[in-house]
């Protein structure tokens, strides 16, 4: 059993940066991907960002260039870096962990353990 604790999110202005990171108890995050959701209030929950246990990464195009994802495997921890941040960013950001897809995948089905979430607010 994996559990999923975020920590980092805020309040931040527009243009901000914010780090969020996702620590991994239980089990290691494995060799399996790992990544990061966002929902907005009144709207589906959305892929973020992915990253393999080797380090390949993968972002939704709305936050390419601006955010960057990344896994310390030894420290069972991974972490999104955000800058540039706009007002479109707000949501509550999830961390997820796969138990069977090692590469780095943009559906949530392929994600079965979650974190319970962390508020990103970005004022305009």
């Known amino acids: 059993q994996v559990q999923l604790v975020e920590s980092g999110g805020g309040l931040v202005q527009a243009g901000g940066s914010l780090s969020l990171s996702c620590a991994a108890s239980g089990r290691t995050f494995s060799i399996y991907a790992s990544g990061w959701f966002r929902q907005a209030p009144g709207k589906e929950r959305e892929f973020v960002a992915a990253?393999?246990?080797?380090?390949?990464?993968n972002y939704a195009d709305s936050v390419k260039g601006r955010f960057t994802i990344s896994r310390d495997n030894a420290k069972n921890t991974m972490y999104l870096q955000m800058n540039s941040l706009k007002p479109e960013d707000t949501a509550v950001y999830y961390c997820?962990?796969?138990?069977?897809?090692?590469?780095?995948?943009?559906?949530?089905?392929?994600?079965?353990?979650w974190g319970q979430g962390t508020q990103v607010t970005v004022s305009s």
């Open positions: 997820a962990s796969s138990r069977s897809v090692p590469w780095a995948t943009s559906s949530a089905s392929d994600y079965y353990y």
């Open positions: 990253a393999t246990y080797g380090g390949n990464t």
